[in-house]
């Protein structure tokens, strides 16, 4: 039998509640409540770094989201060591990294598969939310059209990449 210790967890990689669980445990950061949800698929840039974690990644790609908290990057940037490695204007930070690389921050939902938005946005008009139409998702802007998936080979390299360089090859 193996004992656990922390020498077995290369990695750890936080998503979306979990980043801002991870940033008020490791940073202190409160977590920073948006008035409106951000809903949609954002256009993020992805920082000029050799990074293995962006390998691969187009300068600038889209990834959903999906919260009503918000991860301004200069926030990140001045109250963290973390490498910020891709960001949005409109949605903040979208992926760091710690300086040992056993910590990876992910804010969005690259694992949403292409109807996920659509089930949330639906879900919420049967509530009688009054939800904002996801940005960049549906064609048009109009829920009858089906969404496309626009994020799939990103978010295939992202936990590839992962996977090889911070936990496999360790």
């Known amino acids: 039998m193996i004992k656990w210790s922390e020498e077995h967890v290369t990695s750890t990689l936080f998503s979306c509640w979990g980043v801002a669980a991870a940033l008020n445990i490791f ?3 409160p977590m920073l409540n948006r008035k409106d949800k951000l809903s949609g698929v954002y256009l993020h840039n992805r920082a000029q770094t050799t990074d293995p974690l962006i390998r691969g990644f187009d300068d600038v ?4 989201q999906s919260r009503f908290i918000d991860f301004p990057t200069q926030v990140i940037e001045d109250n963290t060591d973390l490498h910020v490695l891709a960001d949005s204007p409109e949605a903040g930070m979208f992926l760091a990294v710690s300086p040992d690389g056993r910590q990876i921050f992910v804010t969005g939902h690259p694992e949403y598969d292409a109807l996920t938005l659509a089930e949330e946005y ?10 904002h139409i996801p940005v960049n998702y549906f064609p048009h802007d109009d829920p ?3 969404p496309p998936s626009t994020w799939r080979a990103h978010a295939s390299l992202l936990f590839g990449n992962w996977l090889n360089y911070y936990v496999y090859q360790v």
């Open 144 to 146: 009858n059209f089906a």
């Open 27 to 29: 940073y202190d950061l």
């Open 61 to 64: 790609f889209y990834a959903p």
């Open 122 to 131: 639906r879900r919420d008009v049967n509530a009688g939310k009054n939800p």
